[in-house]
T-cell receptor, first 111, second 115 residues
């Protein structure tokens, strides 16, 4: 069974304090790994797709990396507006585009 | 690009009534649409997957007669919660993907409260 585990469950940072979020996964053939950001009371916002081990993608203060077993979302010099829940999901190469989500990491960045 | 809208953003209905939620892809053709529900401080739970013009595929444990899904066009899917009960109160979110990308783009969600 495809499975995604995210850690930590919650993370509190000071503004400017860089850190990383972890997403460990098991999947029967990876088609893609996705990162989303979700603000309270809103739908998830797409951030990145990673397809193969070694791939990296960046967007502003965020950088996502992928290995065969896990993905990291690195946050460099975060700002309070980066506070949100970050969700990781995998899509298997079999199955019908279904995403399997982790439970997310709630990030709070204090000024 | 890749904008998905939902309507209404919130709805309150009485127990026993039905409520319809619309999901639209505004700037791309959504060959596949998905419906999720999310409880407070929990992750998204996939309810069903639908392709345009086909019957929806429901996840195990989701009552297809209670949660009716229609995907009549490449830009519109609807979820109808029939004979709603208070335990159906939740945050319902749709997503859509197109022919040229695997990413799912999510709508803003609909907060349903059944009294």
């Amino acid at each position: 069974e495809d499975q995604v585990t995210q850690s930590p469950e919650a993370l509190r940072l000071q503004e400017g304090e860089s850190s990383s979020l972890n997403c460990s996964y098991t999947v029967s053939g990876l088609r893609g790994l996705f990162w989303y950001r979700q603000d309270p009371g809103k739908g998830p916002e797409f951030l990145f797709t990673l397809y193969s081990a070694g791939e990296e993608k960046e967007k502003e203060r965020l950088k996502a990396t992928l290995t065969k077993k896990e993905s990291f979302l690195h946050i460099t010099a975060p700002k309070p507006e980066d506070s949100a829940t970050y969700l990781c999901a995998v899509q298997a190469s079999t199955g019908f585009q279904k995403l399997v989500f982790g439970t997310g990491t709630r990030l709070l960045v204090s000024p | 690009g890749a904008v998905v809208s939902q309507h209404p953003s919130w709805v309150i209905c009485k127990s026993g009534t039905s409520v319809k939620i619309e999901c639209r892809s505004l700037d791309f053709q959504a060959t596949t649409m998905f419906w999720y529900r999310q409880f407070p401080k929990q992750s998204l739970m996939l309810m069903a997957t639908s392709n345009e013009g086909s019957k929806a595929t429901y996840e195990q444990g989701v009552e297809k007669d209670k949660f009716l899904i229609n995907h009549a066009s490449l830009t519109l899917s609807t979820l109808t919660v029939t004979s709603a009960h208070p335990e159906d109160s939740s945050f319902y979110i749709c997503s859509a993907s197109g022919k040229t990308h695997y990413e799912q783009y999510f709508g803003p969600g609909t907060r349903l409260t059944v009294t």
